[in-house]
């Protein structure tokens, strides 16, 4: 089931200050509209588009396309460039809301199973007051309502054609949903996914980004494979032509395995073996990006996302030097990290050991992994 997460961030309000909108200010070392995205990535949704004013579509490396004049006709473009290669499930997300976290967004997508729609919300724990001229004129019974956030999820097909169909004046994606006649399920909320509004708002954001918990976690991994029949060696996911072949079980990349058992390293989950057992006739000649994808669908499952990794390779031919480059692009892609925090370097062991007189190739790596 393919899920896609739509984030509306064509707002121009300048109430949170700063001369910016507030989804393109700085909030620690990176944006706000990045912390969301990171949350969505670390919860394993490998599609994410954002909606942007006009001009904006290149400032992410994520999938754009232009909003409307309102929220809702945002939500509309966003849904129909989606709908190009329509998701099953959609998670439409406020960029004001930096903090979603993958528990969050695996409770909400869950409540999909019994309902087209659901949506996370705080039930409403202060009295209520009824003002007029900033005098109390009256009070608002408070039981069965809730602060509504964000992301809603929704069943692709169904708020595709809510939103079709909708009149204008919608305040949000559940009210489009409701008047669609769809059912919406209720999630409890995080008291820490705020929406940034005002400029105290940041403040308090700051504070949070602060005082969350932050688990570091590094692994290390190391790999041999011997030289045998071949005309080329596959290394980090690139073909070099070669006279002679590496053995193994799998297609032998030493460098893949070596990154992929770093990761399981770091999360403390063994190594290839305990996933893929070389026992196993199924995994007899394997692309190793399978081995390194289900490395990688771990850490974010696990809560974890990429600090960086750093892969060595220890041979003294082929020249790594000239393929270093597209190595680390292929990695980053199958990590879904930023090349500039993935590293492909190569080293000779001075014509000493096996590697010395070629007759393997040996691989180091290390991953530092930090919590979502």
């Known amino acids: 089931m393919r899920t896609a997460a739509l984030i509306v961030a064509a707002g121009r309000g300048l109430r949170a200050g700063g001369g910016l909108p507030k989804q393109w200010r700085p909030l620690g070392d990176r944006r706000v509209i990045d912390h969301a995205i990171e949350g969505f990535r670390a919860s394993g949704i490998d599609r994410i588009l954002a909606v942007v004013s006009p001009g904006e579509t290149a400032e992410l490396d994520i999938e754009t396309t232009e909003g409307g004049e309102t929220r809702q006709d945002s939500v509309r473009n966003g849904l129909e460039a989606l709908a190009l290669d329509a998701p099953d499930r959609v998670l439409i997300h406020d960029a004001a809301r930096p903090f979603v976290t993958p528990n969050l967004v695996g409770r909400v997508l869950a409540a999909l199973d019994d309902a087209p729609g659901a949506a996370p919300a705080l039930p409403v724990s202060d009295a209520l007051w009824i003002g007029s001229d900033m005098r109390v004129a009256g009070t608002q019974d408070r039981e069965n309502l809730w602060r509504a956030q964000t992301p809603q999820a929704f069943r692709f097909a169904d708020i595709l054609a809510a939103h079709r169909a909708a009149a204008p ?44 918990t932050m688990d570091v976690r590094t692994g290390t991994g190391f790999d041999v494979h011997r030289f045998g029949p071949g005309d080329h060696v596959v290394l980090c996911g690139v073909a070099l032509p070669h006279e002679r072949g590496l053995d193994g079980h799998s297609d032998a990349d030493v460098g893949m395995h070596a990154l992929t058992d770093a990761i399981y390293g770091a999360l403390a989950e063994g190594d290839i073996g305990r996933h893929f057992p070389p026992s196993d006739p199924q995994w007899k000649g394997a692309a190793s990006h399978i081995f390194l994808e289900h490395a990688c669908n771990r850490v974010s499952a696990r809560g974890f996302r990429f600090g960086n990794a750093d892969v060595t390779l220890i041979c003294e031919r082929p020249k790594i030097g000239p393929h270093a480059a597209g190595m680390i692009e292929t990695l980053a892609d199958i990590m879904h990290i930023d090349p500039e925090r993935v590293s492909v370097k190569a080293t000779t062991s001075e014509r000493l050991g096996f590697t010395g007189r070629e007759e393997g190739i040996a691989a180091m790596a290390s991953v530092t992994l930090v919590s979502t």
């Open 169 to 212: 004046g919608h305040a949000d994606d559940v009210s489009v949903a409701r008047g669609a006649g769809l059912e919406v399920a209720i999630v409890g909320g995080d008291a820490d996914l705020l929406k940034i509004t005002a400029p105290g708002d940041f403040a308090r954001a700051e504070r949070l980004l602060k005082g969350r």
